[in-house]
C-alpha cells in the first residue's frame, strides 16, 4: 500500500443511546385503517382507489419518517488552525489528545480504545465517528479509496454496495462494513481534491453496536454533510471586479433575435441567454456570436413556466408551470443544454395540465419554487398532497433538494406544520437569487416567507439549515420598511422581499423589498448580519417627507432612490441597483464592506427607454439583463 500523509484525525465518540431524534410524531394508528380500506377496495375490484389509499399512506410514512431520521447537530467545532469545522451534537465535548488528534465523548473509557484503534466490543449506545484526510501526489480519488479498502480488507468486511452521490459538489461514495463481531460501522470517502496534482480524500467512519448500524449511518452522513473544508467555503465561482464594468449602452434583446422577446434569462457565466420564443419553444442566444439555436416540447412547456432559471455551470436550465396563477399540476423540469433535451426531475404521474378542482384523484406533487445552489443541485418547495389530505392545503409541505444528473431527490426539511401552500413562493419581481437563495458555502437557505394574512407574523426572512433541516426567522414583516419615507408609506402599503443575495462569505444577506402596487417610495435594499440580526438600508429616506421625494426626483438627487430592483457584481463586493427615472432608467452600484455602505454612484443612464426592471441580472464577465436590455461589459 501507498503512504499516506495523514494531515488531521478527528474522532467523536459518545455513550448516549443512538435513538431517533426525539420530538418526532410516529402514530400509525390512521395508516393501518387505511390499508385495511385498501385491501377492501382491491377485494371489491377496485384497484384505483386502492393505489390511491396507498399513495396516501406512504406519503404520511414518509412524513413522519422524514422528521424522525435526522440527528440534531448543533455545535460547532473549528480546527486551530481553521483549515476544517464540523457539526456535532449539542452537549458533546470536544478535546484534543495531541496534535491532529480530537475527541467529543461524554466517555473516557470509550476514548481510551480508540486511542488503540477500533474496539473491538462496545456497550448498548456506544458509538464514534473517526474522520481523516489523506493525500498521495499522482493518485486519483478512485485510485486513493480502492488503496484504501484493499489495505482494511483484511481487518473488515463489507456489507453493502457501494453508494455513490454527491455533497456540495463533492463525489462521496460510501457503504456498510462489519468491524467486530459485534461491531458495525459505516464508511464515507469524499472527494477533497484541491487540484489535479495533489489529490486529496476524506475519510470518515462511523462505529457502534452492530443493533445500532442504521442509526450510526444516520450519524455518518449527517457529519459528513456539516463538515466543512475551510471553514465557510464558497463553492460560488466570483466574476470580473466591479472596476472592470463598463457599460455605455444597451441592447433590445428581440432586435438580436428578430422576434418578440417579453423576458430574457442571463446564464451565469454571462454569454448567453434563453428566452420563451412560441408557448412550446424556448431558444438560447450566445451573444458573441450571434447565434440562436431552439428546442420544442409542448409537454414541458405549455402552462407558461414562471421563469427559466440557468445552473451555475450552465448544464442545465430549470423551469416549472406557474401553479399560483394556472393551478396545474407544476413539475420541474430541466433542458439539459449539453445534450439538448428535456428531462422532467419531478414526474408525480400526474397530467401536467390537469386543472385542479374538487378532489384530488392521486397523490400530486406541487412544485412551485425553485433556485439553484452553488453545488448545482436544484431546491425545491414541494407540497404532497393526496386524496385523503384536506385539498390543497392539506398534505406535507417540504423543501426537497433535486440532483440533476442523477435524478436522485432528498429531503432537506419538513415544513409543515410551520408553513402552508403559497406562504414561499416565485414573486413577480425577480431581484438577486430570487425569494429562494443558497449561502456560497451551501449550507444555508435563506427564504421570503409572505403569507396571505398581512398581519401573520411568519412573514420575513428565514434560515434553513440544508445539514440538519432546522429552521428559524430572523427578520420580521417591519424589517423591510426600515428606511422608507414613513410620510410616503400609504396606509395600505404592503412591503414584501422579492429577493435575498449573499455576503460573499456566507455571514450576511442583502434584500430587495417593495410593495407590488408599486407605490410611491419604490423599493429599499437591505443588509441583514446573520450573527446580530441587525438590519442596514442601503439610504435611509425615513425622514424624509413627499414633497422633498418629488423635489429630490426632479432634481435626480441620489438624496431619494426610487429603486425598482437590485442585484450583486460578479465578485460579490457591490450591489447594483436598477432606478426607474420619470423618463428612462439608470444603473448605480454601492460597495459594501465592513458592515457599512458606501457612496452610490452611477455607472450607466438611458433617457431613452424606460426599463420594466421585473428582473436583473450580472453574469461573470460583467454583462448584465434588466428584462429583455442587454448591458455589454464594454471592459
Known amino acids: ?178 468491524l467486530a463481531p459485534s461491531v458495525s460501522g459505516h464508511i464515507v470517502f469524499m472527494d477533497f481534491t484541491d487540484n489535479e496534482d495533489e489529490p486529496a480524500v476524506m475519510l470518515i467512519l462511523g462505529i457502534a453496536t452492530s443493533d445500532s448500524l442504521p442509526i450510526i449511518e444516520v450519524y455518518t452522513n449527517t457529519f459528513r454533510d456539516s463538515v466543512q473544508y475551510p471553514p465557510g467555503q464558497s463553492l460560488r465561482e466570483f466574476g470580473v471586479s466591479a472596476d472592470d464594468i463598463t457599460y455605455t449602452s444597451y441592447d433590445d434583446t428581440s432586435d438580436l433575435v428578430d422576434e418578440g422577446v417579453r423576458s430574457a434569462y442571463l446564464s451565469a457565466d454571462g454569454t448567453q441567454f434563453v428566452y420563451q420564443s412560441e408557448s412550446d419553444t424556448i431558444c438560447i442566444h450566445t451573444i458573441n456570436t450571434r447565434a440562436t439555436n431552439c428546442a420544442t416540447s409542448e409537454l414541458a412547456l405549455d402552462d407558461r413556466p414562471t421563469g427559466f432559471f440557468w445552473s451555475p455551470d450552465g ?108 406562504d414561499i413562493f416565485e414573486g413577480f419581481i425577480y431581484s438577486f437569487d ?27 426572512i428565514w434560515l434553513i439549515d440544508l445539514t440538519t433541516g432546522d429552521f428559524e426567522q430572523i427578520t420580521t414583516s417591519s424589517s423591510v420598511t426600515i428606511g422608507v419615507s414613513e410620510d410616503a408609506l400609504e396606509e395600505n402599503s404592503r412591503f414584501i422581499t422579492n429577493g435575498i443575495g449573499w455576503t460573499a462569505d456566507s455571514t450576511g444577506l442583502f434584500t430587495f423589498s417593495s410593495d407590488p402596487t408599486f407605490g410611491l417610495v419604490g423599493g429599499m435594499v437591505h443588509h441583514i448580519d446573520i450573527a446580530s440580526g441587525a438590519v442596514t438600508p442601503v439610504l435611509d429616506m425615513s425622514d424624509l417627507t413627499r414633497d422633498e421625494i418629488f423635489e429630490a426626483i426632479d432634481n435626480s438627487s441620489f438624496d431619494v432612490l426610487l429603486m425598482s430592483n437590485a442585484t450583486m457584481t460578479p465578485d460579490y463586493e457591490n450591489v447594483v441597483i436598477v432606478q426607474s427615472l420619470p423618463s428612462g432608467f439608470n444603473v448605480m452600484r454601492v460597495p459594501f464592506a465592513g458592515g457599512e455602505f458606501g457612496e452610490i454612484e452611477e455607472i450607466f443612464r438611458a433617457d431613452d427607454e424606460t426599463a420594466f426592471s421585473e428582473r436583473v441580472q450580472i453574469g461573470l464577465n460583467g454583462n448584465m439583463v434588466i428584462t429583455r436590455l442587454l448591458l455589454r461589459n464594454a471592459d
Open 1 to 178: 500500500m501507498r503512504r499516506f500523509l495523514i494531515l488531521l484525525t478527528i474522532v467523536l465518540i459518545s455513550n448516549m443511546t443512538l435513538t431517533a431524534q426525539s420530538g418526532c410524531d410516529i402514530n400509525l394508528e390512521d395508516a393501518i385503517l387505511n390499508l385495511v380500506q385498501a385491501q377492501r377496495a382491491a377485494d371489491g375490484g377496485d384497484t384505483l382507489t386502492a393505489v390511491a389509499i396507498l399513495q396516501g399512506v406512504q406519503s404520511s410514512i414518509d412524513n413522519a419518517t422524514s422528521g424522525c431520521d435526522r440527528i440534531r447537530f448543533d455545535a460547532t467545532f473549528t480546527t486551530p488552525d481553521e483549515t476544517l469545522s464540523f457539526k456535532y451534537p449539542d452537549g458533546w465535548q470536544v478535546q484534543s489528545l495531541e496534535q491532529g488528534l480530537y475527541v467529543a465523548s461524554s466517555s473516557s473509557a470509550i476514548v481510551e480504545q480508540m486511542g488503540d484503534g477500533v474496539p473491538e466490543d462496545l456497550n448498548a449506545g456506544d458509538a464514534g465517528i473517526v474522520l481523516q484526510i489523506q493525500r498521495a501526489d499522482g493518485d486519483t480519488f478512485d485510485d486513493i479509496v480502492e488503496d484504501v479498502i484493499d489495505d482494511i480488507g483484511s481487518d473488515i468486511s463489507i456489507i453493502s454496495p457501494q453508494e455513490e452521490t454527491s455533497v456540495r459538489g463533492r463525489r462521496t461514495i460510501g457503504f456498510n462494513v462489519n
Open 315 to 422: 448544464r442545465y436550465i430549470a423551469f416549472h408551470a406557474d401553479f399560483l396563477r394556472m393551478f396545474v399540476d407544476a413539475d420541474v423540469w430541466v433542458y439539459d443544454v449539453e445534450n439538448g433535451n428535456f428531462i422532467n426531475l419531478t414526474d408525480d404521474g400526474s397530467d401536467a395540465r390537469m386543472a385542479f378542482s374538487g378532489e384530488i384523484e392521486t397523490t400530486t406533487w406541487l412544485d412551485f419554487a425553485i433556485t439553484w445552489g452553488p453545488d448545482n443541485l436544484l431546491y425545491v418547495i414541494r407540497q404532497t398532497v393526496t386524496p385523503q389530505d384536506d385539498g390543497l392545503q392539506g398534505g406535507v409541505h417540504e423543501l426537497i433538494q433535486v440532483d440533476p444528473d442523477s435524478g436522485d431527490t432528498t429531503v432537506i426539511a419538513n415544513l409543515t406544520n410551520t408553513f402552508e401552500l403559497g
Open 434 to 460: 430570487g425569494t429562494m437563495a443558497v449561502s456560497p458555502d451551501a449550507t444555508q437557505m435563506a427564504v421570503s416567507v409572505i403569507p396571505r394574512e398581512r398581519d401573520d407574523p411568519k412573514h420575513g
